[in-house]
């Protein structure tokens, strides 16, 4: 049965990095004046990436505030300056790198976005966004031509809400005026995503862009591109 709307994560799911996050921590640095070497940054990331799960894991209820979410990222990239042997305004790199990844041109669509939700809308199946992100991800949504894609979009440091709370699903639903039990979520996080929105009555889709098996991906369907969804939901690629 085709759903009434598909709400959507955002990071890993529609949008990635562009050109990537090591090349913009690149040329953050080098605008203060550091040299890095690209496969050193790289080298470091899971560092980084570390270091944001830990404070997911701890408390994800950062994700509410706009100036807790900035300092998570001041946090990350701190310490990537750290490993980096940076320590002069190490602090103010960090904040240039969360400014750069506000802007519209740090970001891009994956190629099967655009096609899979223009046939969605087409369809008649409403869209949205449900994410866990700063206030910024309106005007970046906008700002990368895709706004009129979406028929709602929500950030979890707009409404004081985060994934996987339920609340911020039935927000989305009601906002849509539909029933959750009529919706399908596609997400990356299987707690954020599938755990949140199952909550709710919302079927869940996890989406691994990489190709790799998700850890607990048994509990939902898995897709690995946009493509795979349409047949899930009754519709053609």
């Not at 949504?141 to 440091?157: H, M, N, R, T, Y």
Request: glycine share 10%; charged share 25%.
């Amino acid at each position: 049965m085709r759903p009434s709307a598909v709400l959507f994560d955002v990071g890993n799911t529609l949008l990635e990095p562009h050109p990537s996050v090591s090349v913009v921590c690149q040329e953050v640095l080098a605008g203060y004046g550091h040299v890095a070497d690209l496969e050193v940054i790289e080298s470091l990331m899971p560092l980084v990436d570390a270091y944001y799960e830990d404070r997911y894991r701890a408390d994800d209820t950062f994700w509410t505030d706009e100036e807790e979410t900035s300092s998570v990222w001041v946090g990350m990239y701190s310490l990537l300056c750290e490993r980096l042997g940076i320590s002069d305004r190490a602090a103010d790199i960090a904040r240039r790198v969360y400014d750069e990844f506000g802007r519209p041109e740090r970001w891009r669509p994956y190629p099967d976005v655009v096609p899979v939700l223009s046939v969605l809308r087409e369809a008649g199946i409403a869209t949205g966004i449900v994410s866990n992100w700063d206030t910024r991800l309106a005007s970046l949504i906008g700002g990368l031509g895709l706004g009129g894609l979406f028929d709602v979009v929500i950030s979890s440091a707009d409404v004081g809400l985060r994934k996987p709370d339920p609340r911020i699903f039935t927000l989305a639903c009601s906002r849509l005026g539909i029933d959750p039990e009529s919706a399908v979520h596609v997400g990356d996080h299987y707690y954020a995503d599938v755990l949140g929105a199952r909550a709710v009555g919302i079927a869940p889709v996890l989406v691994s862009r990489t190709g790799e098996t998700p850890p607990l991906s048994g509990a939902c369907a898995v897709i690995r591109s946009f493509r795979e969804l349409l047949p899930l939901i009754g519709l053609d690629g």
